[in-house]
Antibody
Framework: QVKLVQSGAELKKPGSSVKVSCKAS????????ITWVRQAPGQGLEWVGE????????QYAQRFQGRVTITADKSTSTAYMELSSLISEDTAMYYC???????????????WGQGTLVTVSS | EIVLTQSPATLSLSPGERATLSCRAS??????LAWYQQKPGQAPRLLIY???NRATGIPVRFSGGGSGTDFTLTISSLEPEDFAVYYC?????????FGGGTKVEIK
């Protein structure tokens, strides 16, 4: 049974960067894409980007291009999302989730990590 | 970007009643639509993918249908644990997008 465990809550100042980790246990890490989705307080879900470790390729939502970097360390089965030039509007819960399909991407997501709250405040 | 519009925003029903949730896409997404359930303080959970396929462990009272631009999630008989927020998601075009959610609350 695959489980995703994310790093703890972060408090960051505007203009700084944050790096959130997502460690997978169970299953074959490299075979499945890992996507990142965020949820502002009381709001809906917003796709940030994804990585396919087996191909070392990434896709990012255009609105985050240039500010987000998603990486994966296959040796530790851990994915990372780094977001730079933080503003207050980046305050949100950030979730990682695994692509349902192995070997190829189907972009349905299950399971999800528990979420990491990133708060941006001066 | 494909916009997904969910309706109603809130659905007030009693346990045992049937719930029908709608998701409308701004352009065709073929059958590339999924539904997720999110309970307070929890991460979303995949319920349905490719319009009508139930994810592993999802009860048969959850069913999905539709195609093109109009989709529905039906819960045949609401159980107490089904009161939550439901989101649709499309994977037809980049970027992946989610609907704004429908909250199913106890009447």
């Amino acid at each position: 049974q695959v489980k995703l465990v994310q790093s703890g809550a972060e408090l960051k100042k505007p203009g700084s960067s944050v790096k959130v980790s997502c460690k997978a246990s169970g299953g074959i890490f490299s075979n499945h894409g890992i996507t990142w989705v965020r949820q502002a307080p009381g709001q809906g879900l917003e796709w940030v980007g994804e990585i396919f470790p087996i191909f070392d390729t990434t896709q990012y939502a255009q609105r985050f291009q240039g500010r987000v970097t998603i990486t994966a360390d296959k040796s530790t089965s851990t994915a990372y999302m780094e977001l730079s030039s933080l503003i207050s509007e980046d305050t949100a819960m950030y979730y990682c989730a695994r692509d349902l399909c192995g070997g190829s991407s189907c972009q349905w997501f299950d399971p999800w990590g528990q979420g990491t709250l990133v708060t941006v405040s001066s | 970007e494909i916009v997904l519009t969910q309706s109603p925003a809130t659905l007030s029903l009693s346990p045992g009643e049937r719930a029908t949730l709608s998701c409308r896409a701004s352009q065709s997404v073929s059958s590339y639509l999924a539904w997720y359930q999110q309970k307070p303080g929890q991460a979303p959970r995949l319920l349905i993918y490719d319009t009508s396929n139930r994810a592993t462990g999802i009860p048969v009272r959850f069913s999905g249908g539709g195609s093109g631009t109009d989709f529905t999630l039906t819960i045949s008989s609401l159980e107490p644990e089904d009161f939550a927020v439901y989101y649709c998601q499309q994977r037809s075009n980049w970027p992946l997008t989610f609907g704004g959610g429908t909250k199913v609350e106890i009447k």
